[in-house]
């Protein structure tokens, strides 16, 4: 059975500091992983996704790496904001014909001005 | 990118009574799922709704409990059944979104009291 761990659970930095957040499972044979956002009490909001044969992905200040042989995601955000407080999920998907994701417990990030 | 509303988005509600939350989809799809994410906790799959069948249920979740319509393939609604306080919860609704991963609704925060 797949599992997701993300650490660490909470992280509060100054504003400007770029940061790491970490997410490893226990199963490499993932079709993909995918990096979600969530504000307090709200949906989801889709960050990265990185296919299995992807190394990272880049979508502006974020930076998401994939060593699947390792079992191992990080997400990287340059020069954090107070705007980016949030908690970061991280997501596997098992296989092509597997429609689910396996969820870690998430990030909680706070950046403070 | 599909774009999913997801209404309420929060309620408060009685014990023993039901809530009906609903999804729209602005693009046809073929599975719709639902999650639940309770307090502190992931996200965990309650079922995956197909348009013209029956949905099919996670370990631990029952039709009962959680019946599912699905009358199109951009609509489905997830109903709360007989609720107590351990049914308060973010439940949200996603669907996959082409290549792009998944795309998840604003999620709905329920509080049974």
């Known amino acids: 059975k797949q599992e997701v761990t993300q650490i660490p659970a909470a992280l509060s930095v100054p504003e400007g500091e770029n940061l790491v957040l970490n997410c490893s499972f226990t199963d490499s044979a993932i079709y993909n992983l995918q990096w979600f956002r969530q504000d307090p009490g709200k949906g989801l909001t889709s960050l990265l996704l990185i296919q299995s044969s992807q190394r990272e992905q880049t979508s502006g200040r974020l930076n998401a790496s994939l060593d699947k042989s390792s079992g191992r995601s990080t997400l990287y955000i340059a020069a954090s904001q107070p705007g980016d407080s949030a908690t970061y999920l991280c997501a596997v998907r098992r296989g092509a014909g597997y429609s689910t994701l396996t969820f870690g417990k998430g990030t909680m990030l706070l950046v403070s001005p | 990118s599909a774009v999913i509303s997801q209404k309420p988005s929060r309620d408060i509600c009685q014990r023993g009574t039901s809530l009906t939350i609903q999804c729209q989809v602005d693009?046809?799809?073929?599975?719709m799922f639902w999650y639940r994410q309770q307090p502190g906790q992931s996200l965990t799959l309650i079922a995956t709704?197909?348009?013209?069948?029956?949905?099919?249920?996670e370990s631990g979740f029952v039709i009962d409990k959680f019946p599912i319509s699905r009358p199109n393939l951009t609509f489905s609604t997830l109903t709360v059944s007989n609720m107590s306080p351990e049914d308060s919860s973010i439940y949200l609704c996603?669907?996959?979104?082409?290549?792009?991963?998944?795309?998840f609704g604003s999620g709905t925060r329920l509080t049974v009291v």
């Open positions: 693009s046809q799809v073929t599975m």
């Open positions: 709704a197909n348009q013209g069948s029956e949905a099919t249920y």
């Open positions: 996603s669907v996959e979104d082409g290549g792009e991963g998944y795309t």
